[in-house]
């Protein structure tokens, strides 16, 4: 089980403190074992940046990261690195996210180095050929050098690459946004079946509401670095008015609020320049309150 | 309705040592004028290729057979300085990853001004005002700070929107786009389906190259269906979402999240050039006997067409 408290994260430009960018605002998440939360969000607003922080490979500003109830924070660099096979990533471009000097099967078989005392005695032509059997490479595919393949071969090995070490728990950064509809469903249809038989954690961050309704067991929507709205089925009945935007995007002429407009309402809500039932009580913080079967950062809502 | 772009047995083929890459294949298509036609298909099918093939733009490594003509002229066969006189005035080309499309080291508004500096009697002020007022009208707001600013301030829907507003900007006939909507996000896509209902509306001739089949629905009055270099169908809109015809629409709408994300099974197949059955019946679970020998693309009563012996 991962769980983040209280995660901030403050980006700084290095020429003057004025271009301070909040990414992630005091957001709480919980991830059990076995379950598929799914993160959505425009672009920007936060989403990619608290998944590296659940996987550590970014530091908060503020807050902590558990897992299994052991603060990942406080913990020594040797005990991190006994624990990392355990969080894996599927970014959003398979195509940087392999070594284009190396072979595909170097790639796959990766984790198996790096962890080279976890994995002793295991054999490695084995171990790819389970590995690309489950996620439906051919051999002479991962044989192959990255550019020989298309995207969806290529994710296909970044997968294979992440399920390795059997983890607790997957990063998908938006799997699928660079691929085809067709390739699409096969790559969902694969990691839906990998991650049920591993058992593990996973984050599902995309843009795609359709994708986010499937493969989430909960969904959490987040704008200006927070989750506004997070439960079960709210994106078939939204309580917040983002939530409810995003689920008719053909609302007014389609086109958005200035971008400037997102992100400069200081501590109020991120919401506050584009909503339709804005009043002067949005400029205060929101806080995240139980409301039915959800939790929803909106004064009005309760 | 009249023809504004023909594109008569178009094929483009590469070379290779070992092989042929059929890319495009036999192609036939009439684009008529003022109408949107979104061309859809996987990667590798061959759309991008024909949007490039009408623009003449094709890499000098393929071979090209066949006929392209606008208004008369076959753009196969025009020179560089004729070409010159189409390319970005009569028929515009808004780019695939806009990221990477404009140069990073020019103002934007100095980049959708440069089609303008161009045409005769233009001065520096009145083209200024005019890429001022494409701004407004495409939202990149605010125009006056956007116009100084340069590509990678601009966020993705934002820089697509800059690119059609440069598309726009030396008032064509017809613009190609390709893939406008890849890699943006769902809030920010409603903005970029605004931008060509804009366009459509201003009676200009769209085609809209996209895997995004949601955008195509949204916006496309016919719909252009390419497989492995071939076009299996041609199909009203509104139809083809309701009932498509060829097995591989079928397959390409089942596999939509909200259709039940189903894929097709197997995957494209290089073909041998001397094979002639139709490319689609390794995948194709109704495929007989008679599929070894590829099916025309047959006209329907409707006026639409589709490549598949079921419909002969």
Redesign the interface.
């Given at each position: 089980m991962l769980e983040g408290i209280a995660l901030s994260k403050e980006f700084q430009s290095e020429n003057g403190r004025k271009n301070r960018v909040r990414a992630v605002d005091d957001v709480d998440i919980r991830i059990d074992d076995g379950e598929t939360l799914a993160l959505i969000?425009?672009?920007?607003c936060g989403k990619s940046t608290l998944g590296r922080i659940l996987l550590n490979l970014i530091t908060p500003s503020r807050g902590e990261v558990f897992f299994d109830g052991r603060n990942l924070a406080t913990m020594a660099p040797s005990e991190l690195r006994a624990l990392r096979w355990k969080f894996q990533i599927v970014s959003q471009h398979p195509d940087s996210a392999l070594n284009p000097r190396w072979t595909v099967a170097d790639s796959i078989l990766e984790p198996f180095r790096i962890h080279s005392r976890m994995t002793q005695g295991r054999d490695l032509r084995q171990e790819l050929e389970r590995l690309i059997g489950l996620v439906g490479l051919e051999p002479e595919q991962a044989a192959r050098y990255p550019h020989q393949l298309?995207?969806g071969e290529l994710q296909r090995a970044v997968i294979a690459r992440a399920i390795s070490l059997d983890p607790s728990f997957i990063v998908c950064d938006e799997p699928t946004?660079?691929l085809?509809?067709?390739?699409?469903?096969?790559i969902?249809?694969l990691l839906q079946d990998r991650q049920k038989e591993i058992g593990c954690g996973c984050l599902f961050i995309t843009?795609?509401?359709?994708?986010a309704?499937?493969m989430g067991d909960r969904v959490a929507v987040m704008l200006g670095g927070r989750i506004v709205e997070e439960g079960e089925d709210i994106l078939k009945d939204p309580a917040h008015p983002f939530t409810q935007?995003?689920i008719s995007?053909?609302t007014g002429?389609?086109?958005?609020a200035?971008?400037a407009a997102y992100g400069s309402t200081g501590d109020g809500c991120p919401f506050l320049p584009s909503c339709p039932s804005r009043n002067g009580q949005c400029h205060a913080p929101q806080v995240m309150r139980e409301y039915r079967n959800r939790k929803v950062r909106c004064h009005m809502v309760s | 309705m009249d023809a504004i772009i023909n594109v008569n047995r178009l094929s483009v083929h590469f070379p290779l040592a070992a092989t042929t890459i059929r890319a495009v294949d036999g192609i036939d298509l009439a684009v008529e004028a003022h109408e949107t036609l979104a061309i859809i298909g996987e990667s590798g099918s061959g759309k991008s290729i024909l949007g490039t093939a009408i623009l003449n733009l094709l890499p000098p490594t393929c071979t090209v057979s066949g006929t392209i003509s606008y208004r008369g002229a076959d753009l196969l066969s025009l020179t560089e300085k004729e070409l010159e006189k189409i390319r970005g005035i009569r028929i515009a080309w808004v780019p695939q990853n806009p990221a990477s499309s404009l140069n990073p080291s020019m103002r934007v508004g100095d980049q959708i001004g440069e089609i303008l500096t161009r045409q005769a009697n233009s001065d520096k002020e009145s083209v200024r005002q005019k890429v001022l007022d494409l701004l407004e009208k495409f939202r990149v707001l605010p125009p006056e700070e956007r116009f100084l600013e340069y590509p990678h301030s601009f966020s993705g829907g934002m820089l697509q929107r800059a690119l059609v507003a440069m598309g726009v900007s030396g008032r064509p006939e017809v613009i190609i786009a390709d893939e406008p909507t890849k890699g943006i996000d769902v809030i920010n896509k409603g903005s970029v389906s605004a931008v060509f209902r804009t366009v459509r509306e201003q009676g200009i001739t769209l085609i809209v190259i996209t895997h995004d089949l949601s955008f195509a629905h949204d916006l496309a009055d016919r719909i252009v269906v390419m497989y492995n270099g071939r076009i299996v169908e041609i199909a009203d809109s509104s139809r083809f979402f309701a009932r498509p015809l060829h097995p591989y629409s079928a397959g390409l709408l089942r596999s939509l999240p909200e259709n039940g994300l189903t894929p097709i099974p197997g995957k494209t197949q290089e073909l041998d050039a001397c094979d002639t059955g139709c490319r689609f019946r390794f995948r194709c679970t109704g495929a007989t006997e008679r599929c070894n020998n590829e099916p025309p693309l047959i006209r329907l009563g409707s006026g639409d067409c589709v490549r598949c012996w079921d419909h002969a």
């Open positions: 969000g425009e672009s920007g298309s995207g946004s660079m085809d509809v067709s390739i699409q469903a096969s969902i249809r843009h795609d509401l359709e994708l309704k499937i935007r995003i995007p053909c002429d389609g086109y958005p200035p971008a | -």
